[in-house]
């Protein structure tokens, strides 16, 4: 039988008391946001007037915001949603959230003709940024404070979500004594590996992502310059570039070492990347950022021994990952990568960059007699979201539709700092073996 995830009808994923207290007409007005909904699995925002059914004031607006909640939890997203409305200081004279089974749940506002075409716009460009951004105290609720004290624009609070994943994975961890030892062993290739599994798993307690929002958020206005630079380098209007000014700006104005050595690795994000989805028409599935290979050239040869030719990082609302391929043209598995408990998943994040470059270059070594090179990609999920089934499958379609965005730059209304287009090859590896009929 057919999961009722893949269902579309209002008649069998809504509730007997949403159909009995809803008329033929109101329901149909649902049926369309859902049939967009489960189309895109993606959150959907649009500013409508009210059907002439629904006495309401004249000139008076309804926000329609809809969004696929996988693990189907009920009220999704109804802290996000509420924060957007006091971030903005709009409320709806009445809002109407109802849940499906097929894990869409909806949300209707209703706005007073007081609020203007362009005060709605901006919430509702908001809401579409909020469907990537998840409440996390200590974390990404730092962020969001900045925003609901009108500091940074909420656009800004999602670049600073998916740049400390930036961070995270490209903070140089090593120490003088690994680097020193790494020296030692490098004739000694059993030892290396030894020492290099040992570093790996102590890398974790070096840095953490409640130390990378602490920092963003206590120095918010040096990141008003990288967001500035960003928006430009990701919509065309300039290259790529390293940041010198403010990088010396950041030595003269940030006090701890550590938090300056956090926004560097800021700066280096900007100086790589070669294209994104962040500013894409519409809700991006996940945000994809593309750099070139030399974002590693200046970490330890022993951990990155050869530059690859392209890297992406992938972040969604329940995932993030990497891609990573040695040649313009080559080909890998995508894998996806869960965590049974707490220590296994902050173990996994702490090693997840190196773990995907080390399979897409033994890939790319087993591939070398033939002209492609070799890659792969990794999602790694969130650890409340551990269902391959469902969680798992809307993170793998999320990933392939942001690298999709990506390779189809130009239909996408992307910019681009390539020479020629992106191809990229998917093949399964662990845990997506099922997903793959889906990616085509």
């Known amino acids: 039988s057919k999961d009722v995830g893949d269902e579309e009808n209002i008649k069998v994923v809504a509730s007997e008391k949403f159909l009995k207290s809803k008329t033929e007409e109101n329901q149909q007005f649902y049926q369309s946001l859902i049939h967009e909904a489960m189309v895109t699995r993606n959150a959907v925002v649009r500013i409508i007037e009210p059907p002439a059914h629904m ?35 709009v409320m709806p004279r009445r809002m109407y959230v ?12 209703y706005f007073d003709p007081a609020f203007t075409p362009d005060q709605l716009e901006e919430l509702a460009q908001t809401l579409r940024y909020a469907s990537h951004f998840k409440h996390s105290p200590k974390r990404s609720a730092l962020v969001w404070d900045l925003v609901l004290k009108n500091e940074i624009t909420p656009e800004h609070a999602i670049f600073l979500i998916s740049a400390a994943k930036f961070v995270f994975s490209f903070f140089p961890k090593e120490t003088h004594e690994y680097l020193d030892l790494a020296d030692f062993f490098k004739s000694n290739q059993d030892m290396k590996s030894k020492l290099d599994e040992m570093f790996l798993q102590t890398m974790s307690n070096s840095i953490t992502y409640e130390r990378i929002y602490d920092a963003l958020s206590t120095h918010y206005a040096l990141t008003l310059p990288v967001f500035e630079d960003f928006k430009r380098i990701a919509t065309g209007e300039c290259k790529p570039f390293h940041n ?13 070492r550590f938090d300056g050595k956090i926004l ?15 500013f894409k028409a519409g809700t991006a599935a996940a945000i994809a950022m593309r750099f070139d290979g030399q974002v590693v050239s200046d970490r330890p040869k022993s951990l990155f021994p050869v530059v690859p030719h392209a890297l992406y990082l992938i972040v969604g609302r329940n995932f993030y990952g990497f891609h990573i391929r040695f040649r313009d ?9 869960m965590s049974r408990n707490r ?21 790319q070594l087993k591939n070398k007699d033939i002209p492609e090179g070799g890659s792969k990609g990794t999602i790694l999920l969130d650890l409340e979201d551990q269902h391959l089934q469902t969680s798992g499958r809307d993170a793998f379609n999320k990933y392939i539709d942001a690298l999709l965005d990506c390779m189809m730059w130009k239909e996408t209304g992307l910019a681009s700092h390539l020479p020629r287009e992106e191809i990229l090859f998917f093949g399964p590896d662990e845990n997506t073996a099922g997903f793959m009929d889906m990616g085509a």
């Open 264 to 278: 560097k690795t800021l700066l280096k994000l900007n100086a790589h990347l070669q294209m994104t989805n962040f």
């Open 244 to 256: 010198d000014e403010l990088e010396k700006r950041i030595d003269e104005e940030v006090w701890s």
């Open 98 to 109: 109802e849940t499906f089974a097929n894990g869409i749940v909806t949300y209707h506002m």
């Open 343 to 363: 220590q296994v998943y902050n173990k996994n994040c702490a090693t997840l960059l190196e773990e995907n470059y080390n399979l897409a270059l033994t890939q």
């Open 329 to 337: 043209i080559a080909r890998g598995g995508i894998r996806m990568i």
């Open 55 to 89: 006495v309401t004031k004249a000139g008076a607006k309804i926000v329609q915001f809809a969004a696929y909640d996988a693990e189907r939890r009920g009220k999704a997203y109804m802290l996000e949603v509420y924060e957007c409305l006091r971030s903005h200081k």
